[in-house]
Each structure stands twice: as C-alpha cells, then as structure tokens.
C-alpha cells in the first residue's frame, strides 16, 4: 500500500479556514429562517393580545384581528380575555365572510359558556351569519328572490333568531330578530311553493299537492299561501280528486277573493331587471 504525502501545515490551514466559512454560512442561514418564523406577540400578556385585537377590528383589519384572538385564545384559554375572543372571534369571521368559522366560534362558546351573559348577542350573531349569505351580494344585482335560494341557510338563520326569542324576550337585540324571523318566515314558506310549482310543472302532481298543503298549514298568514291553494286546487284536478279539488278552491276564494292566479296562471310577471332576461 503506498503511503499518502504529508499534508503541509498551510494546505491544512486552507482547508481549515474553508470548513469554518461553510460552517458559518450554513449558521448564518439557520439564523435567518429562524428569525423570519419569530411570532412578534411572543411573551404578550392577555390584556396586551386582546388590546391589539380590538385595535385590528377598530381598523377593520379582520386577518390580524383573527391571528391575535385565535392566539389569546390558545395562550391564555381560561378567564374573562378567553371567553371575549370566542365572541369577537365569530364578529371577525363573520366580517371577513368566513360564515364556517364564525359558526365554529359561536358553537365553541355555547359549549363552554352556556350561561354566559353575553349568550343572547351570540344567538343574534348566529341568525345574521346566515341571513345574508355571499349570494344575496349577487342578488342585489340580479333582483334573484331570496327564497329562490338554498333554504338551508335561511332556516338555520331562523332557528337562531326565534332561540334568542324564547330564551331571550328581553334582550336588546330581540325585536330587530323577531322583524328578521318574520321576513324569514316569509321566505322560508315562498321557496316551498317554489318547490311545489317545481313538482307540478314535472308531473309530481302528488309532491306539488303536499308541498304546498305545508305552507297553508305550516305556515298560516303568509301571502304565498294564495298560490299554495291555488297549486293544490290544480294539482287535485290533476289527480281527478274532485272533492279536494273543490275544498282547496272553497278556502282560497274565501281567504283570496278574485285570486290574481285565476287570471295570470302559475307564470309571475317576468323580472326585466334580472340580466338573464335580457338575452
């Protein structure tokens, strides 16, 4: 085996100082990466991180607002300061149009809070995080009827609202609900006729009868209960039940006397506003 040449004390000095650069280097870009994932609320009291909070809502900057509430809540989960970000936590998300995490917050507080004096205005918030869904945006533009909707949101919207209601007749935020649940009531009946005439056009003539029976008697005093009788008058002769025919006839003259659907059939007056009539 041939023996290896001595290394000369300057060539292993070269050698040292180059593995020392590389060394320092790959140290140098440890540090930097290290200091661009430094949380600058690192060490910040509960008052100081809701302080902060409340300044980024003040400003409307929700995305700053929700870091630092979500933080306090992480931090700091028991006291007064936890159990305020869950509520302006659901606030946050529900300006900055995030209605899921807004949900999650509210259900988050009912769990751990449930007699919390603050109990009536997350109810309230709950009932305005579906009462407008991203849609109506679109809606305003297009003059679409809300009831044309998903229903889905407009009920859950309800249920809120008619909770803090019961539970809650005193609360300062229970009338504006209640002029809320009344529209919503409303609407809530209108897409089930919107179903029922769905059903009828189709030939579903039994679903349409049904459907339409549930908002005359589901949802008693509603103006759309006019076109649900008439629905079920058309859907009865249809089934050659003329006797039901006859009953559903009988209670619309008398609750709808020269019925606008006698003239105008099913077919409403076309909404020009709505772009999709224009083409």
């Known amino acids: 085996m041939a023996a290896h040449a001595p ?17 320092c280097m790959a140290l140098a870009a440890g540090c930097s990466s290290t200091k661009g994932n430094v949380d600058p609320t690192a060490g910040w009291s509960a008052e100081r991180l809701y302080s902060q909070a409340r300044s980024d809502i003040s400003s409307g900057n929700w995305s700053d607002a929700r870091k630092n509430l979500e933080a306090l809540e992480a931090r700091y989960p028991f006291g007064i300061y936890a159990q305020q970000s869950l509520i302006d936590q659901a606030y946050v998300n529900w300006k900055d149009e995030e209605p ?3 949900k999650a917050a509210i259900d988050r507080f009912m769990q751990q809070y449930p007699n919390h004096p603050g109990t009536d205005y997350m109810l309230y918030l709950k009932g305005m995080i579906t009462f407008t869904p991203p849609s109506a945006i679109l809606s305003n533009f297009t003059r679409q009827d809300p009831s044309e909707r998903d229903p889905k949101g407009l009920r859950e919207s309800y249920e809120a609202f008619n909770e803090l209601i019961r539970r809650y007749p005193d609360s300062r935020y229970t009338p504006d609900a209640r002029k809320r649940a009344a529209w919503l009531v409303n609407t809530i009946a209108d897409n089930e006729v919107h179903i ?25 005093g509603v103006p759309s209960a006019e076109k649900a009788l008439y629905l079920m008058m058309l859907s009865y002769d249809k089934l050659n039940l003329p006797e039901l025919r006859d009953d559903a006839k009988r209670v619309l003259d008398k609750n709808f006397p020269n019925s606008k659907y006698y003239e105008q059939g099913l077919d409403e007056p076309v909404n020009y506003w709505n772009p999709v009539n224009w083409f």
């Open 100 to 102: 899921e995490q807004a």
């Open 196 to 220: 029922a005439q769905y059903y009828y056009e189709r030939g579903a003539y039994v679903a349409a009868a049904n459907r339409a029976q549930t908002v005359v008697t589901d949802f008693a």
């Open 7 to 23: 290394v000369s004390p300057k060539v292993l000095s070269t050698r040292i100082r180059l593995v020392l650069a590389c060394l």
